[in-house]
């Protein structure tokens, strides 16, 4: 089984490959450090250890357009290393080791020399569609990928791609024959399938072929559709694409984006972009996966979600010209865009143009990238002299990208409004005493304000019509008025606050000239605010039982309560501008929030219960304000005299399990991986309705155990999948392999599902709980070896003891396990040599515990306790009461003048098996490489066992049981 050293270099490896892998972080990491991707040669690697190629080269050229990265990288350089690959035929080869041409790198070679200048030398041209020609098949009517190959579908999507790049027309002749090969590999289910390729990259190479013929697709609409119901709707792969043995790949997801991109019509609409955007977020870091991925997302309209794009404006002398959304009338603005990728990258690639749109006419400029601040500017700067009112900047980037033979175009819109500088003084007097603007005021406080608009040269305007309006935190206009300011005077106007029924939060002052220019002044209404006469409709109760499938319906009445003596209710005319919720709530999270309706100065709330395992149990209720702006505000409940008890609703359901199927446990003996595997429904029988997880919901087997105490406790569980299909949900399936960490001895195996008080709700089978007893355990066999090996220069050496587990034959692969080295006197252990190991665990079932120990240890016998984690955290816990019992009994015997018994409880913990061996200091071998290399590594990777090892087991036992699902 384990092959001495072999095995140890296997292991170094294994963590060193683990340590590299964490640091992996997915496409971002290769789009920020393109550049550290091309080699001395000028040309590219898929991964920085690789050596250069002209595939690696292309995505990189690929990506450094798409990402307007290309400045970056040394592009010279890259003409260089392409001109190595030419081979005498005129054809390029994938890298200096082939000789010989090859259609992929043909296309390869001919996309690299479109990103880097956008043409293919023209020497090169003539020789090129001499050889692509020689490479068609009379015969198979088919291009093949290299003289003497095969002819097939892909090289001749890559032949077409070729001579359209070069460019060059593709006779009549030639295009009829490939025309009828497609007809013959069309099904009935409109698609194409062709022999030996993926279906959704036989479909992309086929329809990729067909746009270049004028291939009729009589339907495109259903084509369409047929690849975009392989989009995986659900589970870590939502979003991604799936052949036909359900295997998601990228480059079946990357290849069925760009077949629905090359049919007619926009048969993108039929995907969900925002699912591919995040399926493609966890791509492993390598220029091909990137590449793949981004030109699925490129072609959708999630793309734009790469970029963050920033406004601004210059003005011509460096004067504040622009505040907030208004842009001050007479200033000389200049728009400027920030581009940058959600990677931290600047764009430099776009093609900017921009349309200002003002009722006095439209102007239209371009942005210029500017290496110096990183943005797009203006050509020219925009003048607002004369203008008011609303004005609109319409922006258009665009950039072609050759590999997806279309321009990329993002259009975004930023609007202003032409208007004055404007300023408030504010002066608010409450109870005698002066209130800051942004402090709390309250009934009887008196406002005064003057208003203040000039130009942008400062000069103060003369005649101009100023609203005055007061709003309150729902932004219902309590007061307003208008003047005409004339004369060059400056409006002034007064308000004095004399009622409280008005919600508490923002009080805000507006003062609105002309329609473009606007200000507002806020101070604080701290008012307390209750919700009266809650009814739940149909019951007399604050606390009534409802069954799945009914409606549960609340009114309630909202109002102020200043002195906390007087109930003060709203407007009924303002009740539909104000904004009300009802929470619905367990002790664990709000489960629902439901808006009101305004009926008169009430609101009535309404929430069906779903049939969901969410819905059933104790559910309570609250309600409160929403304001325009700001936090929500709580409602205190009160009636006309006291504080309302407690309001909630309660869902009463008897959940039973039907159409059982598979292998349900039976009473009896689990042995560690054994497998339990059986589905269901569940059906309430009170409403007679299946019952289904609901958003974050699920149902779970626990596994049981009995205390010391007699008392039922849950020592694991397990989720419950729920299967759903096309038209909703199917049944329960349960897979549960019993894992080597599972608490060991009797207990029992439970269905239960969690309510929406977070109170577990067991399953029925019939009239009696879902209930199987069961005896967890097995024994473990295991197989050993020993390595202990001195440390060059070092006065230490290094034990190692790899092993494999297993259970009636069948192999532990998930074992969450500790040591413990003793020494050992005669037959007794005496002293713990080395304590709290951590194992590690490789591929399979394979396990290691490693330590270091100093030559001068004692040399002598030593024996090595595996444990279980599991085992050893319950001895823990049974010493920890042992020593609670312990000190209450001493501290009676002390309260009653007794002898204090004393006593040493050990943690004895058992162990699944031993190692005994001899340890002599002189006596060990050496290691088989630099021994400084491998404490470094043995080091590091004991920190990655610790701190990964729970993540990494439960990952494990996952992916284990999805395959053993499938």
């Known amino acids: 089984m384990f092959s001495g050293k072999v095995y140890i270099l296997v292991f170094v490896l294994f963590f060193c490959l683990s340590v590299q892998g964490v640091r992996r972080s997915g496409f971002s990491s290769v789009i920020t450090s393109l550049h550290e991707h091309q080699t001395e040669t000028g040309g590219f690697r898929l991964l920085k250890e690789d050596s250069p190629s002209l595939e690696a080269t292309s995505y ?132 194409f399938s062709f022999t030996g390729v993926p279906q959704l990259s036989g479909n992309y190479y086929g329809i990729l072929v067909a746009s270049k013929v004028n291939f009729d697709f009589k339907n495109p609409d259903l084509w369409g559709k047929w690849i975009a119901s392989k989009q995986v709707t659900s589970g870590p792969n939502k979003g991604g694409f799936s052949d036909e043995h359900n295997s998601v790949t990228l480059e079946s997801t990357a290849h069925a984006v760009a077949a629905l991109a090359s049919l007619p019509g926009n048969q993108l609409k039929n995907i969900d972009s925002d699912a591919l955007l995040e399926f493609a977020s966890h791509t492993s870091s390598d220029l091909k996966s990137a590449a793949l991925i981004l030109s699925a997302v490129a072609r959708t309209d999630a793309f734009h979600k790469l970029f963050k794009i920033d406004f601004s404006y210059e003005t011509l002398e460096n004067r504040v010209g622009v505040v907030g959304d208004r842009i001050i009338s007479g200033a000389q603005i200049k728009p400027v ?183 507002i002044v806020t101070y604080q209404l701290d008012i307390k605010m209750i919700a009266t006469d809650i009814k739940f409709i149909d019951s007399s109760s604050t606390q009534p039982v409802y069954r799945i499938g009914k409606t549960v319906k609340v009114s309630m009445k909202p109002a102020s309560f200043p002195d906390l003596s007087t109930i003060q209710t709203y407007a009924e005319e303002t009740a539909s501008q104000r904004h009300f919720e009802m929470i619905v709530s367990s002790p664990l999270k709000t489960l629902h929030t439901i808006k009101g309706k305004a009926e008169g100065n009430s609101y009535l709330f309404e929430l069906p219960i779903t049939a969901t395992f969410g819905s059933i149990g104790n559910n309570a209720v609250s309600f409160r304000y929403v304001p325009a702006h700001g936090s929500p505000i709580a409602l ?13 609703f309660r869902v009463e359901a008897d959940l039973t399990i039907v159409q059982e199927k598979g292998r349900p446990p039976k009473d009896g003996d689990l042995h560690f991986g054994n497998e339990v595997s059986f589905s269901f ?20 087997l626990s596994l049981k155990h009995e205390t010391n105490h007699g008392k039922l406790v849950t020592s694991s569980r397990h989720v419950v999948e729920q299967d759903n299909g096309p038209n909703g949900p199917k049944e329960f399936k349960v897979f549960w392999e019993v894992n080597p960490n599972t608490e060991q001895g009797k207990g029992s195996l ?107 240890a004692k040399g002598g016998n030593y024996v090595v306790k595996i444990y279980r984690e599991v085992d050893r955290l ?93």
């Open 337 to 519: 865009l920030t581009v940058k990728s959600i990677f931290n990258t600047y764009h430099s690639g776009f093609d900017i143009s921009l349309t200002i749109r003002h009722a006095d006419g439209n102007t239209d400029l371009h942005l210029n990238w500017s290496p110096e601040t990183l943005q797009y500017v203006a050509s020219e700067f925009y003048s607002t002299e004369g203008k008011l009112g609303p004005v609109r900047f319409e922006y258009k980037l665009e950039f072609l990208v050759t590999d997806l033979q279309k321009s990329i175009s993002l259009q975004i819109n930023d609007s202003k409004t032409i208007g004055y500088s404007i300023k408030v003084h504010s002066d608010a007097v409450l109870a005698g005493k002066a209130v800051d603007v942004g402090q709390v005021v309250g009934d009887g406080a008196e406002f005064d304000f003057r208003v203040v608009t000039t130009n942008y040269d400062n000069s103060k305007l003369h005649s101009y019509p100023v609203k005055f309006s007061v709003l309150d935190s729902s932004d219902v206009v309590v007061y307003s008025v208008q003047k005409a300011a004339a004369d060059g005077k400056d409006p002034t106007f007064h308000y004095k606050l004399s009622t409280s029924k008005l919600p508490s939060g923002n009080l805000n002052f507006k003062f609105d000239v002309d329609g473009h220019t606007s200000a």
């Open 60 to 191: 990189a050229l690929f990506l450094a357009s798409l990402f307007g990265q290309r400045e970056k990288i040394d592009r010279n350089a890259v003409t260089q290393y392409l001109q190595t690959l030419q081979r005498k035929d005129g054809g390029f080869s994938s890298s200096s080791d082939q000789s010989y041409s090859d259609l992929a790198s043909i296309r390869y070679a001919l996309l690299s020399h479109k990103h880097l200048d956008g043409s293919v030398p023209e020497s090169s041209k003539d020789a090129l569609i001499a050889l692509i020609r020689t490479l068609y098949s009379d015969d198979k009517k088919l291009f093949s990928s290299k003289a003497g190959g095969e002819p097939d579908i892909k090289s001749t999507a890559f032949a077409l791609q070729a001579y359209e790049l070069l460019p060059y027309k593709l006779s009549s002749d030639l295009a009829k024959n490939i025309k009828d090969v497609l007809s013959s590999h069309v099904t009935d289910e409109n698609h």
């Open 681 to 700: 429904q569940v059906q309430d029988s009170l409403s007679q309705k299946l019952i289904w997880n609901g958003e974050g919901e699920s149902l779970f």
């Open 874 to 966: 319950r001895t823990l816990e049974k010493k920890e009461i042992l020593q609670k019992q312990l000190l209450k009994k001493q501290a009676e015997q002390k309260r009653k003048g007794e002898p204090v018994e004393e006593q040493h409880i050990e943690e004895d913990i058992a162990p699944i098996f031993s190692v005994s061996f001899e340890f002599y200091p002189e006596s060990a071998s050496s290691l088989p490489f630099r021994t400084e290399f491998f404490v470094i590594v043995l080091l590091l990777s004991a920190f990655v066992v610790v701190s990964m090892k729970k993540s990494e087991i439960e990952g494990v036992r996952k992916g284990t049981a999805k395959k053993k699902r499938s």
């Open 750 to 856: 439970e269905l239960v599902a969690m309510g929406a008080d977070g109170i577990e709700i067991p399953l029925k089978k019939g009239s009696k709980t879902w209930r199987v007893a069961v005896n967890i355990g097995g024994n473990f066999s295991h197989k050993t070896q020993l390595h202990v090996l001195p440390i060059e220069g070092l006065d230490e050496s290094v034990v190692i003891i790899p092993f494999n587990l297993s259970c009636n034959q069948k192999p532990l692969t998930s074992a969450q396990l500790g040591a413990t080295v003793f020494f050992q006197d005669e037959s007794t252990l005496k002293e713990v040599a080395v304590n709290s190991l951590s194992v590690a665990r490789s591929e399979g079932a394979e396990y290691q515990v490693s330590w270091k120990w100093g030559n001068k």
């Open 636 to 648: 205190t409940p009160l009636s006309e005299t006291e504080d309302v008890e407690e309001l909630s």
